[in-house]
């Protein structure tokens, strides 16, 4: 896979916390993203479905969980830099800030 796939994987604050929590957690519940601020039909309906058909996730819908994936190794080096060196990536790289 290109840098275009792993720039559009990451492209969203929700996907970006969902690989954050694999890194911690493998598996991870749907429950387990709770409180992320997204909707569970954002998730569900767009945000698991991408990273599943990219294959940087699997996400068995019936049992809700979400696993690494078979190419989780391409994406993997970049979530752990984002997710260690939060001083240098925007405040909102995994949390939504409130605009004045």
Not at 10 to 20: D, S, W
Not at 34 to 51: A, C, D, F, R, T
């Amino acid at each position: 896979m290109g840098f275009d796939q792993l720039a559009d994987a990451l492209g969203h604050q929700a996907r970006r916390q969902i690989l954050v929590e694999l890194m911690k957690h493998n598996p991870v519940s749907e429950s387990g993203l709770e409180g992320s601020g997204v909707s569970e039909i954002e998730l569900i309906h767009s945000h698991l479905p991408k990273l599943d058909e990219m294959d940087y996730i699997v996400w068995d819908r019936e049992s809700q969980t979400i696993m690494k994936g078979p190419i989780w190794e391409e994406i993997e080096p970049v979530v752990r830099l984002l997710r260690d060196n939060p001083g240098c990536v925007p405040t909102d790289t995994f949390q939504r800030t409130k605009r004045s």
